[in-house]
């Protein structure tokens, strides 16, 4: 059965805006959530010794993120839930990083990030620096987060989705203003 994207959410923006931290918490109030295909893949392949990580051939990271992201998005739109489920982010996401870093995007990744599509509303977190944290998978800079929302931002509108922009605030403020936005479009 086909999944309606109408309950397909993304959670979107740059790194260490609270993505992951807002999506545990709409988690804990049961709701389903998918994980960031971008920080498991730069585990598996520092575990496994490889190079498809961003600080050393960025074109294999993106190849990588961008099969992961379609494989994700495949495997939820054909379970039949009728809940929302949020996405630490989505296939968009990939063709934002690879503008971010001037790699060329192929006609057929563009082309299946528009056959592949979520709720129209997207949610994205603003840089916020008070919260922003490197580790191990994370390496870039303050600067380059900015640099990542403002290219995330131009990517999604550009795909005609609209964006809602999450305010800074505790995990639980952010968690309701996400879910009272969803339910004032039902």
């Not at 545990?24 to 893949?41: A, F, H, M, S, Y």
């Not at 503008?99 to 994205?124: C, D, G, Q, T, W």
């Amino acid at each position: 059965m086909k999944q309606d994207n109408s309950v397909l959410y993304i959670m979107t923006g740059g790194p260490g805006a609270g993505k992951t931290t807002l999506l545990d918490e709409l988690n804990r109030n049961g709701l389903e959530t998918v994980p960031e295909e971008g920080r498991k893949i730069i585990k598996e392949q520092i575990d496994s010794g490889n190079d498809g990580l961003p600080w050393l051939n960025k074109e294999l990271f993106a190849e990588l993120m961008f099969a992961e992201s379609v494989k994700s998005y495949l495997k939820i739109s054909h379970m039949p839930n009728t809940k929302p489920v949020f996405f630490d982010r989505g296939i968009l996401d990939t063709l934002g990083y690879m503008r971010l870093e001037n790699i060329p995007i192929p006609k057929s990744m563009e082309a299946k990030a528009r056959e592949m599509v979520y709720h129209n509303n997207v949610f994205i977190l603003p840089p916020w620096k008070e919260i922003y944290e490197n580790d191990q998978e994370r390496k870039q800079t303050f600067e380059k987060a900015i640099l990542t929302f403002e290219c995330m931002k131009d990517i999604y509108q550009e795909y005609g989705y609209n964006l809602i922009e999450v305010p800074k605030a505790a995990v639980g403020n952010r968690a309701r203003f996400v879910l009272d936005m969803i339910s004032q479009n039902n």
